[in-house]
């Protein structure tokens, strides 16, 4: 089964650029989609097909995917992008969806 | 805009089936290209997918659960529902809904998909 590994935590501060990483084998040949999550609330996707946005996503949010890594940027961090993030891909091989085991985003 | 909201019993007892319902709203569940799922997300735990379904069938269930979970919808109620049989104390969770947005990958060849849309989640309990 196709496992996708983030770091338990990245912390941050305000105004500088955070770094997420989502490691899997050969992920660059997937496509990656990323959730926040802030407490007692439901995910929201903040980035689909490896680097697209949708409507109402501010460009701060972005990402990338190559080799066995894909990384959502969040830049000039606020202290309301505090969240839990999650990537999550499509496991062609079983036919099902995988995620990360989530990030949690601190801003110092 | 499309809204869904899922709805079910917040106990249920060990060994007995826990049944959830999403209803969705401001939008059809026979929409071509989307599919609906359940995600479950364990107190100060991960999100886990459960499984996705189309409007005429076609389920797709997570490996480990599949010998106990069914998925189906009803497209005269606008709905979509999951049971899930034979539960324990490990299957207590907030339970979400979702639209699965499916997307082809000419490059291998193979549907992948995505969730575009969540419910606001309902947290059920299993104990006696």
């Known amino acids: 089964s196709y496992v996708l590994t983030q770091p338990p935590s990245v912390s941050v501060a305000p105004g500088q650029t955070a770094r997420i990483t989502c490691g899997g084998n050969n992920i660059g040949s997937k496509r990656v989609h990323w959730y926040q999550q802030k407490p007692g609330q439901a995910p929201v996707l903040v980035v689909y097909?490896?680097?697209d946005r949708p409507s109402g996503i501010p460009e701060r949010f972005s990402g990338s995917n190559s080799g066995n890594a894909a990384t959502l940027n969040i830049s000039r961090v606020e202290a309301g992008d505090e969240a839990d993030y999650y990537c999550?891909?499509?496991?062609?091989?079983?036919?099902?969806?995988?995620f990360g085991g989530g990030t949690k985003l601190t801003v110092l | 805009q499309l809204q869904l909201q899922e709805s079910g019993p917040g106990l249920v007892k060990p060994s007995e089936t826990l049944s959830l319902t999403c209803t969705v709203s401001?939008?059809?569940?026979?929409?071509?290209?989307?599919?609906w799922g359940w995600i479950r997300q364990p107190p100060g735990k991960g999100l886990e997918w459960i499984g996705s379904i189309y409007y005429s069938g076609s389920p797709y269930y997570k490996p480990s659960l599949r010998s106990r979970v069914t998925m189906s919808a009803d497209t005269s109620k606008n709905q979509f529902s999951l049971n899930l049989t034979s539960v324990t104390a490990a299957d207590t969770a907030l339970y979400y809904c979702?639209?699965?947005?499916?997307?082809?990958?000419?490059?291998?060849?193979?549907?992948?998909?995505?969730?575009?849309?969540w419910g606001t989640g309902t947290t059920v309990t299993v104990s006696s």
């Open positions: 979702a639209r699965l947005r499916r997307q082809w990958l000419g490059d291998y060849y193979y549907y992948y998909y995505y969730m575009d849309v």
């Open positions: 999550q891909v499509w496991d062609n091989s079983g036919d099902h969806v995988v």
């Open positions: 097909d490896d680097a």
């Open positions: 401001g939008g059809s569940i026979s929409s071509r290209g989307y599919y």
